[in-house]
């Protein structure tokens, strides 16, 4: 089960940083990742981290968010910088989970983020 937190509401210009933790025991974690989808909109991929700490970034957000992880605590991490209005929409963690020879995926519950004045 993947548990997020830390969206709200929040000025332009401002900051937020989600959190996204696997709970449960066995497994391990590939790569991590966070999506948004807004209103009318496609889910899209906005950051991705590997277990090796490799990284990459949507354009819309390259400079402003940063992907981190703790594997020790099986969380990652987004620190949302310059929020604008686009960057309105609710976040979704991934997770790719190795259990023995088997994968699977796994999608955290959503937290909205809403960027406004």
């Known amino acids: 089960q993947l548990v997020e937190s830390g969206g709200g509401l929040v000025q332009p210009g401002g900051s937020l940083r989600l959190s996204c933790t696997a709970s449960?025991?066995?497994?391990?974690?590939?790569?991590m990742a966070w999506y948004r989808q807004a209103p009318g909109k496609q889910r899209e991929l906005v950051a991705s981290?590997?277990?090796?700490?490799?990284?990459n970034y949507a354009d819309s957000v390259k400079g402003r968010f940063t992907i981190s992880r703790d594997n020790a605590k099986n969380t990652v991490y987004l620190q949302m910088n310059s929020l604008k209005p686009e960057d309105t929409a609710v976040y979704y963690c991934?997770?790719?989970?190795?259990?023995?020879?088997?994968?699977?995926?796994?999608w955290g519950q959503g937290t909205q983020v809403t960027v406004s004045s």
């Open positions: 449960g025991s066995g497994f391990s974690i590939n790569a």
């Open positions: 981290i590997t277990s090796g700490g490799s990284t």
């Open positions: 991934f997770a790719d989970v190795q259990v023995g020879l088997y994968k699977y995926r796994y």
